[in-house]
């Protein structure tokens, strides 16, 4: 089920997980009526230094994914192991703990940043509660904001005084200030502009060569996920369709949601191939409340059989490192 | 050739307050010819979403107005035309779409009785012949189940139908020219491939002319005739589409198609702009670029900006430009 792994361990690990949110009726007498399955059976590993791409459509689950992994919200089913210890359900001091390695760069640094708070003790929050001195919060704060390319004479502003690229480098020097191994980017670059986007995954890499940080990056645009991930993992309505190495399932794409979403992705070398064999999905993603039975694909797939309508498929090898849930490839 | 269905002439848009005033858009001219594709490309704040509101008079008067320049549709200057003859405009001959579906709907009255009554704004027709002219024309923007769509409020329609909804308002009084801005920011990848196709299959059957604005040069890629890209209230450079791909002139459009991760290929580093545009109304003088670009040189900063033609359709407004192509003279 969970992917083979050579060498490196894996830092993250996550198996079977699931998150459903009630859905409720009633104030007085509150019973609940369904569940959606926001994520469904998802398993994959990071290993250090490397980063995962979560790709998919809004409302496939994979910012609840990354909400999981860091404990924002707790787990239905399932498991997510870090260094082989089962986080899952640690609570109090030791979740603190951990919290250390874990982080959360948000994708709009505007609601993400309290706008009362200068970025001197935005950034130095997270130090402070794990009892940091003052001198020393200061002097790591000027660090901080120098390696996210930032001037230490900026410590004293207000998040409002600066642009967006900006304001979301002050958001990934909060996110490293307790020196962390792994860091969830939910959408951290979508809401910036072409140019200062590039600037800031330019960035991400940069940090990630330097400490060794492992990411998990959940965003829905393709081109951004390719450049930056070693392997890709692709959601369709809470479950993982496909996932493998970046190179692979790029050039192979083997689950049919993942040939059309790439297909759809205009592209600049796009004005020779203009017309021909663009494949243009029809229909919309189906109500995650009521998803269709099966393979959650089938009402949209081009290539939909009798028996997709009927029986889930798994997750099965196509080639090396690279794995997708389709019933044409059994 | 014929007169182009829509020519803006030296545009300039300018935000006006008591004390002071504030030039957010300069010195716009380009053509738009019937059955055309244009794209409008530029990062927030670069003033192409005001050139889009120019094009049907609906910039936000008083506080902002075309203060020099003429945008003439078919021979008609569009900003000095009396309010009469601007509703005439409206919808008949130019339609338009915005980016955000659910705010541009009335949240209180089904789909249908919305374009409804635009039809019977424009036209002269009974209620029944209008209610059947809406099935026709949601139809025809491919909404299935389009009696009972017509039906729906727009809470109950997704984002891509809601957007469908939008066109099908915009193209029912048969426009000659279709402005479309950012109209697909919001969707997904997979519905924005549903949206352009079905734009450019209804430019195609209907010969009518499209300008997109769009901050995706992929979308232009793939669809537009033609380019216009835009930077700090200027167009820096515009060209056919094949030609902006293939060869850009100005600094700034080959530091925008760098900043975007191939599909194709490996690249280990992308190629950046450094710095962020100036905010609207602050622009440095002379080529407001400037302060951005790795290839200035010395004269950049004196030199006054125009569009240096480079090849055929193809100008670029950079003094590089201008150099390299004297010395081949």
């Not at chain 2, 009396?82 to 089904?110: C, K, W, Y």
């Not at chain 2, 005739?225 to 002139?249: C, H, K, N």
């Amino acid at each position: 089920m969970s992917i083979e792994n050579v060498a490196p361990p894996d830092l993250i690990r996550v198996d079977n997980l699931s998150k459903h949110f009630p859905i409720t009726r009633g104030t007085l007498f509150r019973r609940e009526t369904g569940a959606v399955k926001a994520v469904d059976r998802v398993s994959f590993s990071v290993s250090p230094g490397k980063t995962l791409g979560l790709v998919g459509e809004s409302g496939c689950g994979k910012s609840t994914v990354g909400r999981l992994l860091v404990r924002l919200i707790n787990a239905s089913d399932g498991t997510i192991w870090m260094d082989g210890t089962d986080i899952t359900n640690i609570s109090g001091s030791d979740l603190f703990r951990r919290r250390r390695d874990l982080q959360f760069v948000f994708q709009d640094p505007m609601s993400s940043l309290n706008p009362r708070a200068r970025v001197d003790s935005i950034i130095a929050e997270p130090l402070i509660v794990r009892g940091s001195e003052a001198a020393a919060c200061r002097h790591r704060v000027a660090e901080l904001l120098e390696l996210v390319g930032l001037s230490p004479s900026h410590a004293r502003r207000f998040p409002h005084e600066f642009s967006g690229g900006q304001r979301q480098r002050v958001g990934i020097a909060r996110a490293l200030a307790t020196n962390p191994r792994f860091i969830v980017c939910d959408e951290a670059v979508s809401a910036l502009d072409v140019s200062v986007q590039a600037q800031i995954i330019n960035l991400l890499k940069r940090l990630q060569s330097e400490m060794g940080l492992s990411y998990l990056f959940v965003a829905h645009d393709l081109s951004v996920v390719k450049h930056i991930s070693d392997e890709v993992a692709v959601m369709y309505l809470g479950r993982i369709v496909e996932i493998g190495d970046k190179h692979k399932v790029y050039a192979r794409p083997a689950h049919p949601y993942t040939q059309a979403l790439l297909s759809a992705v205009p592209r600049h070398g796009s004005v020779a191939r203009r017309g021909a064999g663009r494949q243009v999905l029809t229909g919309e993603l189906p109500n995650p409340i009521n998803p269709p039975g099966g393979c959650p694909f089938h009402t949209r797939c081009p290539q939909a059989m009798p028996r997709c309508a009927i029986e889930r498929p798994e997750l099965v090898h196509v080639a090396n490192g690279q794995q997708a849930a389709c019933h044409l490839l059994e | 050739m014929a007169s182009p269905l829509l020519s803006v002439e030296a545009l300039r848009v300018v935000a006006e307050t008591r004390y002071r005033q504030n030039l957010l858009v300069e010195d716009i001219s380009f053509d738009v010819r019937a059955g055309e594709f244009v794209g409008i490309v530029g990062e927030s704040g670069c003033g192409k979403s005001l050139t889009a509101l120019s094009l049907m008079g609906l910039l936000p008067k008083p506080a902002v107005r075309a203060s020099h320049g003429k945008v003439l549709f078919e021979n008609r200057n569009v900003l000095s035309m009396p309010a009469r003859d601007l509703h005439h405009l409206r919808g008949n001959e130019i339609g338009m779409i915005f980016q955000d579906p659910m705010s541009a709907l009335n949240p209180v009255q089904t789909v249908g009785q919305q374009i409804v009554e635009t039809i019977l704004l424009h036209e002269s027709m009974s209620r029944d012949a209008a209610w059947q002219r809406t099935i026709d024309v949601l139809k025809e923007v491919n909404i299935p189940a389009s009696e009972e769509r017509a039906r729906a409020y727009p809470h109950q329609l997704s984002g891509g139908m809601r957007q469908r909804v939008m066109i099908a308002m915009a193209i029912v009084c048969r426009p000659k020219l279709l402005v479309a801005d950012e109209p697909t920011t919001a969707l997904d990848v997979t519905i924005q491939a549903q949206i352009l196709e079905l734009l450019d299959q209804l430019r195609r059957e209907r010969g009518m002319a499209l300008v997109l604005i769009t901050h995706d040069l992929g979308l232009v890629a793939e669809y537009a005739d033609r380019v216009l890209v835009m930077y700090s209230g200027r167009i820096v450079e515009q060209a056919p589409v094949a030609d902006l791909f293939t060869r850009p002139q100005h600094p700034y459009t080959r530091g925008l198609l760098g900043s975007v991760p191939p599909l194709d290929e490996d690249v280990e580093e992308l190629i950046t702009i450094e710095g962020q545009p100036p905010t609207p109304g602050a622009w440095p003088s002379g080529c407001r670029f400037l302060p951005r670009c790795r290839e200035q040189q010395v004269g950049c900063a004196s030199w006054p900006v125009r569009l240096v033609p480079f090849h055929e359709d193809h100008a670029a407004a950079c003094m590089l430009l201008e150099r390299e192509t004297a010395d081949v003279d």
